[in-house]
């Protein structure tokens, strides 16, 4: 069994900062690629991914994120974190760390993310 465990989600100003972070416990994973995914409220919002990095430091970003968000992970433990910098109300959404090791992937529970105009 693997478990992902976020923390650190809550409410901020737009402009304002916060960080996630998304650890893996259980059954160990070897070299998984991990980040994050978001899924805003509303009807036919679907999940999108917002940052992921591989077990080698590569990282990709979605582009309205980009210069904002930065992804960084600790190897040795399989723990990955998401600082997010000038947040705005957009970001507003249900963040879900993520955690693939082919054909597998595991989810966090989420955690909630609002941005206040």
């Known amino acids: 069994q693997v478990q992902l465990v976020e923390s650190g989600g809550g409410s901020v100003q737009a402009g304002g900062s916060l960080r996630l972070s998304c650890a893996a416990s259980?059954?160990?994973?070897?070299?998984?690629?991990m980040g994050w995914y978001r899924q805003a409220p509303g009807p036919g919002k679907q999940r999108e991914l917002v940052?992921?990095?591989?077990?080698?430091?590569?990282?990709n970003y979605l582009d309205s994120v980009k210069a904002r968000f930065t992804i960084s992970r600790d190897r040795g433990k399989n723990v990955v974190y998401l600082q997010m910098n000038n947040l705005k109300p957009e970001d507003t959404a249900v963040y879900f760390c993520?955690?693939?090791?082919?054909?597998?992937?595991?989810w966090g529970q989420g955690t909630q993310v609002t941005v206040s105009s």
């Open positions: 259980g059954r160990r994973l070897s070299n998984p690629i």
């Open positions: 993520y955690a693939l090791t082919d054909p597998n992937t595991y």
């Open positions: 940052a992921g990095i591989t077990s080698d430091g590569r990282t």
